[in-house]
């Protein structure tokens, strides 16, 4: 991941989100949000529940709730800035070029449609395959994302699927036109440990044979170490650190960074003490002056609540926004 834009298939430059409140007036609640992702890259968002991670995505994906609109900046793809083409432009681009998977699979299938007419549907309106060819494609893909008996599975509708097939239909139709970007919200939170890790090889290895880019939004810590090489940080709507995923979680140069990682339980240390963060995230459209994590920070001193931090480059290749940040050199076990 880098700040600086250039042949990136997505490019994200001061993402300003807000929430339309009675009267017109809207308050931000995504803030100056910028990232890029390089062809091939896996970028992980993390961050606690409301921090903005699915917004942000949304946001790339067009797909904003009612209410909740972008207020600033880019959002480049292939160099086109999504937020200014036309509607029908972006909406040609959604399927056959960018794709996004949900946690919950029943929100993006249609109920009363089996699964492998669904799955056909991209690739015979994006691919132009004849209906037969889309058919057969739509089996192939669900073979490719391991469901066992395809073809008759492919007759199913999706309440007849468990948890762990219908999220794998989903994966199936979103890559089922070989995407460049996949966009993906919590895709394994509500399935249990084995699936879950079975799904995570498939994004990776779906990715590495078509060298799509992925954009992670998880809370989970450990999947971000499995599935990306980039993180960003959210922290109430803001990126607070970003930079290599092994990097930062050895040597992590924000305190929430570093908060969150001590109280997230680790596998390979699992006598490690789990220390909670104190106090709460604050309501976005509410933030305290200053850096909005001053409140619950063990680095504060007193200019932290006077100014708000800018995310800085603070060793090469990884950015923070934390005036204290050089406090945080330890590396962590
Ligand atoms: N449709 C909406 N209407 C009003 N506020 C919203 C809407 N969607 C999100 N928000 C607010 O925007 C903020 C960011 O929400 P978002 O869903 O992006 O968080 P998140 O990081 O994805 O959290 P989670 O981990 O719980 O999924 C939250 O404070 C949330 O309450
Ligand atoms: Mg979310």
Same mark, same amino acid.
């Given at each position: ?17 807000? &929430? ?50 972008? &207020? ?108 460049? &970007? ?91 003490? &789990? ?59």
């Amino acid at each position: 991941m880098s700040v600086e834009g250039g042949s990136a298939p997505l490019s994200v430059q001061d993402l300003t989100i807000g &929430l339309r409140r009675p009267g017109g007036r809207s308050v931000a609640i995504v803030e100056d949000v910028s990232f890029d992702v390089d062809p091939g890259q896996r970028l992980g968002i993390v961050g606690e529940s409301g921090s903005g991670k699915s917004l942000t995505l949304r946001a790339v994906a067009g797909l904003l709730p009612r209410g909740v609109e972008v &207020l600033s900046g880019r959002v480049e793809f292939g160099g086109r800035d999504l937020l200014t083409m036309p509607a029908k432009d972006r909406r040609a681009l959604m399927g056959p070029e960018i794709a996004m998977i949900f946690q919950e699979p029943m929100t993006a299938l249609n109920p009363v449609m089996r699964v492998g007419d669904q799955i056909a549907e991209g690739p015979r309106r994006h691919l132009g395959l004849s209906a037969k060819e889309a058919r057969e494609l739509a089996v192939s893909m669900m073979a490719r994302t391991g469901i066992p008996d395809p073809a008759r599975r492919a007759k199913a509708y999706p309440h007849e699927l468990s948890g762990g097939l219908r999220q794998r239909i989903m994966i199936a139709m979103a890559v089922s036109c070989g995407p460049r &970007l996949l966009l993906c919200d919590e895709p394994t939170t509500a399935l249990d440990v084995t699936v879950q890790l079975q799904v995570l090889k498939l994004l990776e290895k779906l990715c590495d044979d078509t060298g799509a880019s992925l954009v992670f939004v998880t809370h989970d810590l450990a999947v971000v170490n499995q599935t990306c090489s980039e993180l960003a940080v959210m922290y109430a709507g803001h990126i607070v650190e970003a930079g290599g995923v092994k990097d930062t979680f050895r040597q992590p140069r924000h305190p929430y960074t570093r908060a969150l990682l001590e109280s997230a339980p680790d596998f390979d240390h699992p006598e490690r003490e &789990l220390i909670p963060i104190p106090g709460f995230a604050p309501n976005v459209a509410d933030r305290p002056s200053g850096c909005p994590f001053a409140p619950r920070c063990g680095y504060v001193r007193d200019h932290c609540t006077e100014a708000v931090p800018p995310l800085e480059e603070v060793i090469p290749g990884r950015l923070a926004a934390c005036f204290e940040s050089d406090r945080l050199v330890e590396v962590l076990a």
